[in-house]
């Protein structure tokens, strides 16, 4: 246990060291997500029959900006370049299960992308915009206490999915010469399913339904319906149980993938 | 040999060499196919929600939506190489490009044209005709010279402002490597924002994609020209052939930025 720790707290410190590009790249999502806001108010204007008010759509899309560093976008790029240089090759010498390393590391590395980010995205939303006159595209505070407490333990089971979903991107690399285009699919699949391209609560139908049942969903929208309120608190067990069997099922099931692919892999370099 | 028989000599290298890993390629396009056709996705999703967009229909909005990813898509596949800048100049590889009887920017360009990309040309272009289909048969007659004129100069434009900015982000990577990501703010910020009618922009929206990143002169005005629609209270049609040549200044901008990064460019290697 003491190894894999090692490995999460190795990798989250080298990420949290990369603070200017961090910071950078949240300037991109403060302007990316002002003209989301910008874009669903004026499609409020158009039409009425949202089950969500403005407000509450706003602060969703917030919430999404600051987490958005746990979408799938594909493998942690310095266990990518490790595969394909043949390097990973020392994971192997280590005694410790390699799957583990691996997510341990991708642990940290979901973890501190996050951690560098949210709190800007958050201050900016709930702090600044007001300030700029802009009110009514601000971040809400939480509908309750309670429910914030709820979307804290859900974000907790956020990292944990991201982290697997990422390393099961990963373990593409066995099979394909990059995860590019796996990265991909799961990208576009985890940005929509998850209510970053569109706020799940505006969906309807068999989408919103298949939504429900995948492990997206709570990467983003689960958490942020507590935050909103649309979810009560209470229903913050049946959801955690059912996002802990994904979190399960990712982990084991890429823990018995990667086993079943060791015995055929050819290390390239030396 | 010509500069330009040059440049397409190393695109034809560029694109052999893809081909070389055909599973993984095709991977990758039907990758970038998906998450433009989740993107729009939403917006149907969004359509059937509230109805229309600020009096647009599915339609216009389609059409619009198409014409500027195809031209999004088209900048973003030439411009690939522009995303080796960061590595060639802090290696000192850039010393390279300067002793080759070459164009350095066509050097870069020629570096590689990604065929991954044209998974999302093909769904923007599948959109337009779409749009354009289903506009016609219902009586806008966007096909009419003076609409088709407006919308080649528009495309042509489009992708002369989107390279622009890729060129620009090129440019500043003679003064910083770090940190270039905001610019990534206007290349895919300015893309959403000028994907939707540009009537429903805040003041300082309109100014900022009318004259600063000008995308809402080349594309916006073009299109509601085509449509017969007026882009703002009062603006008449004309405007639609005028705008596209507001890419020329902002072409000229980055060309100079380049131009003097490139004369203070120091080598950083051995």
């Known amino acids: 246990m003491r190894a894999y720790l090692a490995t999460f707290r190795a990798r989250f410190r080298t990420v949290m060291g990369y603070r200017a590009a961090a910071l950078a790249g949240v300037f991109t999502q403060l302007f990316f997500g002002f003209i989301l806001v910008h874009i669903l108010e004026s499609w409020y204007a158009s039409g009425a029959g949202a089950p969500i008010g403005l407000a509450q759509t706003a602060s969703y899309v917030w919430l999404g900006q600051a987490f958005l560093a746990f979408q799938v976008w594909g493998p942690d790029p310095e266990l990518r370049d490790l595969i394909r240089s043949g390097e990973v090759a020392r994971d192997l010498l280590r005694p410790a299960d390699l799957f583990g390393l691996w997510f341990a590391r991708t642990l940290g590395w979901k973890a501190a992308g996050v951690a560098l980010r949210f709190w800007v995205v958050l201050a900016f939303a709930a702090l600044f915009l007001p300030a700029l006159g802009m009110p009514e595209l601000a971040l809400n505070a939480p509908a309750s206490p309670a429910g914030f407490a709820a979307f804290l333990a859900m974000m907790a089971l956020a990292t944990l999915t991201s982290a697997g979903l990422a390393v099961v991107v990963s373990c593409f690399q066995f099979s394909q010469v990059s995860a590019a285009g796996a990265s991909a699919i799961a990208g576009a699949a985890s940005m929509f399913f998850s209510g970053l391209i569109v706020p799940l609560p505006l969906l309807s139908g068999p989408v919103e339904r298949l939504s429900a049942l995948l492990p997206f969903r709570g990467l983003a929208d689960l958490p942020f319906r507590f935050w909103l309120g649309t979810l009560p608190p209470r229903a913050v067990f049946s959801q955690a149980a059912y996002q802990a069997g994904w979190v399960l099922a990712l982990i084991v099931g890429g823990w018995l993938y990667t086993r079943s692919r060791l015995g055929r892999i050819a290390v390239a370099g030396g | ?270």
């Open chain 2, 1 to 270: 040999m010509g500069p330009v028989r040059m440049y397409f000599r190393l695109v034809g290298l560029s694109v052999r060499s893809q081909l070389r890993y055909r599973s993984a390629l095709a991977l990758q396009v039907a990758g970038q196919f998906l998450i433009t056709a989740i993107e729009f996705g939403g917006l149907y999703a969004l359509f059937e929600r509230f109805g229309h967009f600020r009096g647009w229909e599915l339609p216009e909005l389609a059409f619009l939506y198409g014409f500027v990813d195809m031209a999004f898509s088209l900048a973003d596949a030439l411009a690939y190489g522009f995303d080796f800048m960061g590595t060639l100049v802090r290696t000192g590889d850039f010393d390279r490009l300067l002793t080759r009887p070459l164009s350095p920017v066509l050097q870069l360009l020629g570096r590689e044209v990604t065929i991954r990309r044209a998974g999302r040309l093909a769904q923007g272009l599948a959109v337009f005709v779409w749009a354009a289909v289903s506009l016609a048969s219902s009586g806008t007659t966007w096909y009419r010279p003076l609409g088709l004129a407006a919308l080649a100069a528009g495309f042509l434009a489009g992708v002369v402002v989107f390279l622009s900015v890729f060129l620009m982000q090129a440019a500043l990577t003679f003064r910083t490597v770090e940190g270039l990501e905001f610019m990534n703010a206007f290349i895919y910020g300015g893309r959403q924002a000028s994907a939707y009618p540009a009537s429903g922009h805040r003041p300082w929206m309109r100014v900022l994609f009318l004259g600063g990143v000008p995308l809402a002169s080349v594309m916006y005005l073009p299109v509601c020209l085509a449509l017969g629609r007026e882009a703002f209270p009062g603006w008449p049609l004309w405007l639609g052939l005028a705008g596209p040549f507001a890419a020329a200044p902002f072409a000229g901008l980055a060309w100079l930025l380049w131009k003097a990064g490139l004369r203070r460019y120091q080598s950083g290697g051995g």
